[in-house]
């Protein structure tokens, strides 16, 4: 279902079967999204045996998708691939515990790392490793494993850096990467496993402290039941840095705002600015379904992204 127009979809999803002699089945983002027990569907229909998409797709699964031992088998999915944005422990585990009355084996759970630039796979677990976590910077952080072959992995001031025959040499009209590529990604290597935080344009700087944006919004978007699991986090320059959540909601509830502010100081200590509920579907997102907090913050600084 990833659309090929999407470094995962085109080259993961079309370009990695027809490389290896693979049989391919296709279906819309669309259907998807609409339904996702679509997508375990066909595995268990055509007994799919590699899968996968970004965190967020495991996670509407888990919210969505109800168990049916009549028309899931997922017995067959050895390699149950996530990637494209920072993998939460809380949907894999999730997952994993959901779906296991219909087949699901925990160990096909396979965190990855890539981009385009690298012509997409940088670094994945082990097939059939399942997937490990451990904490850093205070925080349940998910190891998307080793340097795929060729490959080399390091870190530069927090940031990711790659280098290896598979990274690409530029844009298309641009000047040639420098290389090793900067990939803008924060992340750590420990025991020579990758491991993501964030995004470097995303990082949040409270009174000298750096705050992920994907910590702040997991914490927010536990915080109360009516709270959907789509939220932006983002810091804005207004005499010094402050904390802005937008957080979609089914409906407005003067509740679910205090119960993210008290998570968030629990949390982390610090005091939102502005807590905005809006309606679903409100959070601009990328085709693929990555939020979009930099078109958010300026929505909102534009004083369009107000909640009630």
């Known amino acids: 279902w990833l659309p090929p127009y999407h470094d995962m979809g085109l080259i993961g999803s079309v370009l990695a079967p027809l490389s290896c002699g693979g049989s391919l089945v296709s279906m819309s983002p669309l259907h998807f999204l609409q339904r996702p027990a679509r997508w375990l569907r066909a595995i268990t229909k055509y007994r799919a045996h590699i899968s996968g998409g970004p965190n967020f797709a495991f996670d509407l699964c888990v919210r969505k998708v109800d168990l049916d ?50 012509t997409l796979l940088a670094t994945s677990v082990a097939r059939g490793a399942g997937a490990t976590t451990r ?5 349940e952080r998910v190891s998307c494993g080793r340097p795929a072959r060729g490959v080399e992995a390091s870190i530069e001031g927090g940031e990711i850096v790659l280098a290896g025959p598979s990274i690409s040499r530029g844009y298309w009209g641009h000047e040639p990467f420098l290389v090793p590529l900067r990939t803008g990604d924060l992340g750590a ?10 995004r470097c344009k995303d990082l949040i700087i409270f009174s000298g402290r750096k705050l992920f944006p994907d910590d702040l919004e997991q914490v927010a978007a536990s915080a109360h ?20 959540l937008v957080h979609e909601v089914d409906r407005v509830d003067d509740a679910a705002r205090t119960a993210i502010t008290r998570a968030i100081v629990e949390s982390f200590d610090i005091a939102p600015y502005a807590i905005e509920l809006v309606p679903a579907g409100t959070i601009p997102k990328t085709s693929s379904g990555k939020v979009q907090r930099h078109a958010c ?5 534009a004083g369009e992204m107000r909640g009630e």
């Not at 050895?78 to 994993?96: D, H, I, K, Q, W």
């Not at 290597?189 to 964030?198: M, S």
């Open 297 to 301: 913050k300026e929505a909102w600084l």
């Open 69 to 118: 031992r009549e028309t899931l088998d997922l017995s067959s999915w050895e390699v149950a691939y996530n990637g494209a944005e920072v993998v939460r422990p809380s949907t894999l585990a999730a997952f994993a515990a959901k779906f296991a009355a219909v087949g699901f084996q925990k160990r096909a759970l396979f965190p990855c790392y890539g981009l385009a630039e690298a």
């Open 225 to 244: 039941p009516s709270l959907r699991p789509t939220v932006a986090a983002f810091g804005v320059d207004l005499e010094g840095e402050r904390l802005v």
């Open 135 to 139: 904490m850093l910077d205070g925080a």
């Open 189 to 198: 290597v420990v025991d020579g496993e990758l491991y993501i935080t964030g």
